[in-house]
Nanobody, 125 residues
């Protein structure tokens, strides 16, 4: 198994930036495809971004393309989500997720068996 701990959330004004981190421990981090999801109050959890085990391929939800960047450092067992030009509608709890999969991206919530506890991001207008 792998344990995931997110950090970096907080309160930011619209137009600002935050970088979320997700530190993984347990089994070999480089065997895992990673993803970020978010859940706003009263809404279902939704896909934000994903990255392959090597970092060679990424994908994003249309709502965050260009503004957000997912990356990973396998030497540090960490995946990042750089969020720029934040909007109030980006307010949500952000979750990091892991799937032991080395054949591509994982884009769907049910494909991820391991989840962090979440970190709150609040964007004020």
């Amino acid at each position: 198994q792998v344990q995931l701990v997110e950090s970096g959330g907080g309160l930011v004004q619209a137009g600002g930036s935050l970088r979320l981190s997700c530190a993984a421990s347990g089994r070999t981090f480089s065997s895992y495809a990673m993803g970020w999801f978010r859940q706003a109050p009263g809404k279902e959890r939704e896909f934000v971004a994903a990255i392959t085990w090597s970092g060679g391929s990424t994908d994003y939800a249309d709502s965050v393309k260009v503004r957000f960047t997912i990356s990973r450092d396998n030497a540090k067992n960490t995946v990042y989500l750089q969020m720029n030009s934040l909007k109030p509608e980006d307010t949500a709890v952000y979750y990091c997720a892991a799937s032991e999969y080395r054949y591509g991206l994982r884009l769907r919530e049910y494909e991820y068996p391991y989840w962090g506890q979440g970190t709150q991001v609040t964007v004020s207008s």
